[in-house]
């Protein structure tokens, strides 16, 4: 009878043991490697939609105290550090409060200067092509909308769509924004609908310390902003509500 008991409390241990050696290893994963998030904004439509769940490389850019959970103050800059390209999709702390985590493109480098004129990106003072690439059709304030969709060319030769719901947008003619040393100039893929860089209040210039990771693949994703919006608590819906398309995509 003893003999039955200790048996059954060392398997108990040793599952115990695996679930605590399993947990230790996602967390690093997650700290050092590849941390996941979820999209909550349509602000990178139709690059990332609302419900995309998706992992961010932390290797791409190397570490910094934004890196890491609670951002601890443990050292200044980054390590094993590499500098964003133009056109990731990049993670970063918002400047404003180096708490809130913000999904845009990296748009312009240090000492690039960036305007827009008549919803048209200039960059040092050339116009990126912007040609036309049909229609996205997505759900606003609970009603079906189709916007235009166009592709711009950046000048390392990064194609990537974006969306113009407004020709006459409030940020669709702005001055120059001369992009300082160790800062960023970052945009949403959805223009007229996205709080970036073009905002200096909100968002303004970001450094390169507040970079937490490059998105790299969507390994979920799933309607949360659409009528037949998916519903956690009603698993026999699922198949219709889960987006199986966009499983494994990568984020460019």
Known sequence: MSVGIKT????????LVIVVEALAIAMFVRIFFYQPFNIPSGSMKETLLIGDYLFVSKLSYGYSKF???????IFEGRIFGAEPKRGDVAVFKLPRDNSTDYIKRVIGLPGDEIQMKNGQLFINGAAIPKEP????????EGRERTIPVFEETLPNGVKYKVLDSDPNGPYDNTGVYKVPEGHYFMMGDNRDNSTDSRVRSAVGFVPYENFIGRAEI?????????????RWY?????????????????VR
């Open 234 to 250: 009603a698993p026999w819906t699922w198949p219709f509500d889960i987006r199986w398309n966009r499983f494994f995509n990568l």
């Open 133 to 140: 690439a049909g229609e996205f059709t997505t759900f606003e």
């Open 218 to 230: 969507i390994f979920f994703s799933a309607k949360v902003d659409e009528p037949d919006a998916f």
């Open 67 to 73: 890196s890491f959970p609670f951002s601890p103050n």
């Open 8 to 15: 059954s409390r060392s398997s108990w241990f040793e599952t």
